[in-house]
């Protein structure tokens, strides 16, 4: 397996740890990487200038063992030193940019890692990586059968965006059982039970610690997160039914008088009270019902 | 460390440098009455020197609101905070105002050189208190644009509930423009290792000698208010050059005469007045009776400092927005705020003529003369008698023409009745 680099995430980490060195009295360490650095600035040609600094770096992420810190990680996954072709590391501007990603081709499986500058010198470095490549080791193995594409017939992209939610929430309590990463269990319950709040919370125990324990693969842990996919029913800030902007102003079926409930069904159909709508459209229609039509109705 | 002397602060206090003053320095005064958010500066700046690879997220001037938005995030609180816990309960201010040597009394706490020397490191001590942001913070400039303050406990979302009135509103949100102050004590300058950044004998510009910066990124460390900022393809810092060429008079457009900024001249609310004030040999502003800034800043005492307690003497001068709780205003602009917002709400005659000069030309106004005119309005603001005449406030430029002449009230134009939309 190939590691690859962002030249720009190697010197803003080595800077970083240099700067913390210095910080914690290894001033004649992180002087002889400033003089070292320095000294590219005289390169004139921008290109060979670039170079430099990406090779300089490089040794230093080595030297400074942070290669060492990722390498020991991928290695406690024996899937990706087997069949990843290579593995690229990227920096992520901001927390929710930081993740792994498979990017398959044929003949190629690209493993890319983005992370923050900072999350190096964090305490939660090792197993942040470790849960990464958990996901990693999960795609690449075959009896997990990972599919991209999460797909549901029909529906809109708020409910698709729910559904993988879900899924991610599922997969994310797997890993951390499987790693037994004690410390991330309350973080995960709290994820559960908002994405799945339906459930009863008999029913959600139950699932989260065979969730723990167990290891379902991929189809397993979709048919769940389809399982107790209920229409997104008025959850705050999802996408009303009629006019598909999000809304924390539901109307639900007691705020609907009967003449509203008609006029709605009238352009839908399907839509039961219980699917809720905006408050924009309840007072939409109900006016629908009153002496004039509205004006303006699309 | 030297003994200088900051005026703001209406003391002396310890700076790595000695004192050394510019024969003219650039100054500025934003009205944030005025300010609406709408990032022509920004844009201004942007499109003139930061629009090159590098510095995608790179903004010289920067447009927050407050109290959540800040570029970086919460640059300001971060630094109150180390500042605080510097020196705990300590960041006070006492005296009474005097002239122009402690207009506003004087600082007891400490500034980020002061506070500095305790933060001791084997590398020795740090020159400015500070910190470096990271990527996250930079990389969302305008977070919680027009995001209100003032929703009751518990009452989330709950905001323009009530009617609200001045003085102080309840809910409330300003836009806080922002470039670098170009200080008299700059903190970045301090801190470089390299001795890159100077400050230039001729108009008091603070600038980061591209040829010397080895990225240290110690005067973003320094910067209270992080208005140095890191490229990472030239792995230099880079920072607001206040548009030099056009403050010396090199832009064509000007005729040979100085012009405000780029950011300044493309403001849309008229809420800048930048120009070049002269100083004494310890600093205090040279009366200059007629200089818009002189009177803006030490005759009516509108226009204040941002943060005077971090101690770098900014050059940068508010007048503050007057329906914002005074507690957050005192925190931010020093104890002048009272009396400033007193005086901007009921403005005299001289205040309303000067006022005006905001916006109207793009050539630096050296000074201004008013001409008096009728009295055409009067009312009464909150019990005080307030009296509006149609006085002419007539702006100089450096060779001493006038470059402009506006009244105090607008010019009318009524319809004639016949068109159909004649209101
Ligand atoms: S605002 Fe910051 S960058 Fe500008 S002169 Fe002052 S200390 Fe230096
Ligand atoms: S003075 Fe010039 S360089 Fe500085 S922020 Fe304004 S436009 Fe940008
Ligand atoms: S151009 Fe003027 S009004 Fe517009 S955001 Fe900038 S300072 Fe405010
Ligand atoms: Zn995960
Ligand atoms: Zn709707």
Same mark, same amino acid.
């Not at chain 1, 002087?31 to 770096?57: C, N, V």
């Given at each position: 397996?190939?590691?690859?680099?962002?030249?720009?995430?190697?010197?803003?980490?080595? *800077?970083?740890?240099?700067?913390?060195?210095?910080?914690?009295?290894?001033?004649?360490?992180?002087?002889?990487?400033?003089?070292?650095?320095?000294?590219?600035?005289?390169?004139?040609?921008?290109?060979?200038?670039?170079?430099?600094?990406?090779?300089?770096?490089?040794?230093? *992420?080595?030297?400074?063992?942070?290669?060492?810190?990722?390498?020991?990680?991928?290695?406690?996954?024996?899937?990706?030193?087997?069949?990843?072709?290579?593995?690229?590391?990227?920096?992520?501007?901001?927390?929710?940019?930081? %993740?792994? @990603?498979?990017?398959?081709?044929?003949?190629?499986?690209?493993?890319?890692?983005?992370?923050?500058?900072?999350?190096?010198?964090?305490?939660?470095?090792?197993?942040?990586?470790?849960?990464? *490549? /958990?996901?990693?080791?999960?795609?690449?193995?075959?009896?997990?059968?990972? $599919?991209?594409?999460?797909?549901?017939?029909?529906?809109?992209?708020?409910?698709?965006?729910?559904?993988?939610?879900?899924?991610?929430?599922?997969?994310?309590?797997?890993?951390?059982?499987?790693?037994?990463?004690?410390? $991330?269990?309350?973080?995960?319950?709290?994820?559960?039970?908002?994405?799945?709040?339906?459930?009863? @919370?008999?029913?959600?125990?139950?699932?989260?610690?065979?969730?723990?324990? @167990?290891?379902?693969?991929?189809?397993?842990?979709?048919?769940?997160?389809?399982?107790?996919?209920?229409?997104?029913?008025?959850?705050? %800030?999802?996408?009303?039914?009629?006019?598909?902007?999000?809304?924390?102003?539901?109307?639900?079926?007691?705020?609907?008088?009967?003449?509203?409930?008609?006029?709605?069904? @009238?352009?839908?159909?399907?839509?039961?009270?219980?699917?809720?709508? /905006?408050?924009?459209?309840?007072?939409?229609?109900?006016?629908?019902?009153?002496?004039?039509?509205?004006?303006?109705?699309? | 460390?030297?003994?200088?002397?900051?005026?703001?602060?209406?003391?002396?206090?310890?700076?790595?440098?000695?004192?050394?003053?510019?024969?003219?320095?650039?100054?500025? #005064?934003?009205?944030?009455?005025?300010?609406?958010?709408?990032?022509?500066?920004?844009?201004?700046?942007?499109?003139?020197?930061?629009?090159?690879?590098?510095?995608?997220?790179?903004?010289?001037?920067? #447009?927050?609101?407050?109290?959540?938005?800040?570029?970086?995030?919460?640059?300001?609180?971060?630094?109150?905070?180390?500042?605080?816990?510097?020196?705990?309960?300590?960041?006070?201010?006492?005296?009474?105002?005097?002239?122009?040597?402690?207009?506003?009394?004087?600082?007891?706490?400490?500034?980020?050189?002061?506070?500095?020397?305790?933060?001791?490191?084997?590398?020795?001590?740090?020159?400015?208190?500070?910190?470096?942001?990271?990527?996250?913070?930079?990389?969302?400039?305008?977070?919680?644009?027009?995001?209100?303050?003032?929703?009751?406990?518990?009452?989330?979302?709950?905001?323009?509930?009530?009617?609200?009135?001045?003085?102080?509103?309840?809910?409330?949100?300003?836009?806080?423009?922002?470039?670098?102050?170009?200080?008299?004590?700059?903190?970045?300058?301090?801190?470089?290792?390299?001795?890159?950044?100077?400050?230039?004998?001729?108009?008091?510009?603070?600038?980061?000698?591209?040829?010397?910066?080895?990225?240290?990124?110690?005067?973003?460390?320094?910067?209270?208010?992080?208005?140095?900022?890191?490229?990472?393809?030239?792995?230099?810092?880079?920072?607001?050059?206040?548009?030099?060429?056009?403050?010396?008079?090199?832009?064509?457009?000007?005729?040979?005469?100085?012009?405000?900024?780029?950011?300044?001249?493309?403001?849309?609310?008229?809420?800048?007045?930048?120009?070049?004030?002269?100083?004494?040999?310890?600093?205090?502003?040279?009366?200059?009776?007629?200089?818009?800034?002189?009177?803006? #800043?030490?005759?009516?005492?509108?226009?204040?400092?941002?943060?005077?307690?971090?101690?770098?003497?900014?050059?940068?001068?508010?007048?503050?927005?007057?329906?914002?709780?005074?507690?957050?205003?005192?925190?931010?602009?020093?104890?002048?705020?009272?009396?400033?917002?007193?005086?901007?709400? #009921?403005?005299?005659?001289?205040?309303?003529?000067?006022?005006?000069?905001?916006?109207?030309?793009?050539?630096?106004?050296?000074?201004?003369?008013?001409?008096?005119?009728?009295?055409?309005?009067?009312?009464?603001?909150?019990?005080?008698?307030?009296?509006?005449?149609?006085?002419?406030?007539?702006?100089?430029?450096?060779?001493?023409?006038?470059?402009?002449?506006?009244?105090?009230?607008?010019?009318?134009?009524?319809?004639?009745?016949?068109?159909?939309?004649?209101?």
């Amino acid at each position: 397996m190939q590691l690859r680099y962002d030249g720009h995430l190697l010197e803003s980490v080595v *800077f970083l740890e240099a700067r913390r060195l210095e910080q914690s009295g290894q001033a004649a360490l992180a002087g002889r990487y400033h003089a070292q650095r320095s000294t590219l600035y005289e390169l004139a040609d921008p290109d060979q200038r670039s170079d430099g600094f990406f090779k300089l770096h490089v040794q230093w *992420f080595r030297e400074l063992g942070l290669e060492a810190r990722v390498l020991a990680t991928a290695k406690e996954f024996p899937l990706i030193e087997e069949r990843a072709t290579s593995l690229m590391l990227r920096k992520a501007l901001a927390k929710k940019e930081e %993740g792994a @990603e498979l990017f398959v081709r044929p003949g190629a499986k690209n493993v890319v890692v983005a992370l923050r500058s900072e999350r190096f010198l964090e305490d939660g470095f090792e197993p942040f990586l470790r849960h990464e *490549f /958990c996901h990693v080791a999960d795609m690449l193995d075959d009896a997990f059968g990972y $599919e991209p594409r999460i797909e549901l017939a029909g529906a809109p992209p708020t409910e698709l965006a729910l559904l993988r939610d879900r899924y991610r929430v599922l997969w994310d309590i797997t890993i951390a059982g499987r790693l037994k990463q004690e410390a $991330e269990r309350a973080a995960c319950w709290s994820e559960f039970t908002r994405a799945f709040s339906t459930l009863p @919370e008999e029913r959600q125990r139950e699932l989260f610690d065979r969730l723990w324990r @167990e290891r379902p693969a991929h189809a397993g842990l979709l048919d769940i997160a389809k399982s107790s996919h209920t229409r997104a029913a008025r959850t705050p %800030g999802g996408a009303c039914p009629l006019c598909k902007f999000p809304t924390f102003d539901w109307a639900g079926a007691d705020g609907l008088g009967s003449g509203a409930v008609a006029a709605i069904q @009238e352009h839908f159909p399907n839509w039961r009270p219980e699917d809720g709508c /905006c408050g924009r459209c309840a007072e939409l229609y109900a006016m629908s019902k009153m002496a004039q039509p509205p004006t303006l109705f699309v | 460390m030297s003994n200088v002397y900051n005026w703001q602060l209406g003391r002396p206090m310890d700076y790595p440098y000695d004192a050394a003053f510019p024969r003219e320095q650039f100054a500025f #005064v934003f009205n944030l009455n005025r300010c609406i958010g709408c990032q022509s500066c920004t844009m201004a700046c942007k499109s003139t020197w930061t629009f090159s690879k590098g510095q995608e997220y790179m903004w010289w001037n920067n #447009v927050e609101t407050k109290p959540y938005g800040g570029y970086p995030a919460h640059w300001d609180v971060k630094t109150l905070d180390l500042l605080e816990k510097a020196n705990p309960g300590g960041q006070s201010w006492g005296g009474t105002p005097q002239n122009a040597k402690a207009p506003y009394g004087q600082f007891k706490g400490q500034t980020v050189f002061e506070a500095a020397k305790h933060n001791v490191s084997p590398e020795g001590a740090q020159k400015a208190l500070g910190y470096l942001p990271t990527d996250e913070e930079w990389a969302g400039a305008n977070r919680f644009e027009d995001h209100p303050t003032g929703a009751p406990k518990g009452e989330r979302d709950r905001y323009f509930q009530r009617p609200e009135s001045l003085p102080q509103h309840k809910t409330w949100f300003f836009y806080l423009a922002r470039l670098c102050n170009h200080c008299s004590y700059p903190a970045c300058l301090a801190a470089c290792p390299r001795s890159a950044i100077y400050k230039r004998p001729e108009d008091g510009i603070v600038l980061i000698d591209q040829e010397r910066c080895r990225g240290y990124r110690k005067c973003m460390e320094a910067c209270p208010y992080k208005k140095s900022l890191y490229r990472g393809t030239t792995r230099t810092s880079e920072k607001c050059v206040a548009c030099y060429p056009r403050v010396e008079g090199r832009d064509p457009d000007g005729g040979g005469l100085p012009m405000q900024t780029r950011c300044m001249s493309a403001c849309i609310g008229h809420i800048r007045l930048q120009g070049l004030v002269e100083l004494n040999a310890d600093g205090t502003w040279k009366e200059n009776r007629q200089h818009p800034l002189y009177y803006l #800043v030490h005759v009516a005492k509108v226009a204040l400092p941002l943060y005077p307690q971090f101690g770098t003497e900014p050059n940068g001068y508010y007048i503050p927005p007057r329906w914002v709780p005074l507690p957050y205003l005192r925190q931010m602009f020093g104890p002048g705020v009272d009396a400033a917002i007193e005086r901007y709400s #009921v403005p005299d005659r001289e205040l309303l003529a000067v006022l005006q000069l905001f916006g109207k030309d793009r050539r630096i106004c050296f000074r201004y003369e008013i001409k008096q005119g009728p009295k055409v309005f009067e009312t009464n603001i909150r019990g005080k008698k307030f009296e509006m005449f149609n006085d002419t406030v007539i702006g100089y430029g450096r060779d001493g023409k006038e470059i402009a002449r506006i009244a105090v009230e607008e010019p009318v134009h009524v319809r004639p009745a016949q068109h159909a939309n004649s209101i």
